[in-house]
């Protein structure tokens, strides 16, 4: 089963930036359309980003639009999320997850069939 692993959370001031990373084993990740998610403390885990498994569409929420940015190196099995500008309100654990669906950028949750275990994002004001 396709297992994926999340890195590079850490404790950052506000305005900083922070590149996560997505990666894949015992199944290429060029097979699914992945998602980034987050969940702060206290409140409901949100989408963040999401890109197809070729990489040619690439989907934002709202909220992260021209500060965060997701891509891929299928060839390293790895999913990326550079995120600049951050906020405070940027904190939580942040998931990856791999889609039923190859070409789903879309952020519902339900969507997604496996999930990694996260890693932690702090921003400090």
């Known amino acids: 089963q396709l297992q994926l692993v999340e890195s590079g959370g850490a404790l950052v001031q506000s305005g900083g930036s922070l590149r996560l990373s997505c990666v894949a084993s015992?199944?290429?990740?060029?097979?699914?359309?992945i998602g980034w998610f987050r969940q702060a403390p206290g409140k409901e885990r949100e989408g963040v980003s999401g890109i197809s498994s070729r990489g040619t569409s690439t989907n934002y929420a709202d909220s992260v639009k021209g500060r965060f940015t997701i891509s891929r190196d299928n060839a390293k099995n790895t999913v990326y999320l550079q995120m600049d500008g951050l906020k405070p309100e940027d904190t939580g654990v942040y998931y990856c997850a791999a889609a039923r669906s190859n070409i789903y950028t879309g952020l519902q949750s339900v969507e997604y069939v496996v999930w990694g275990q996260g890693t932690q994002v702090v921003v400090s004001s």
């Open positions: 015992r199944f290429r990740l060029d097979y699914y359309a």
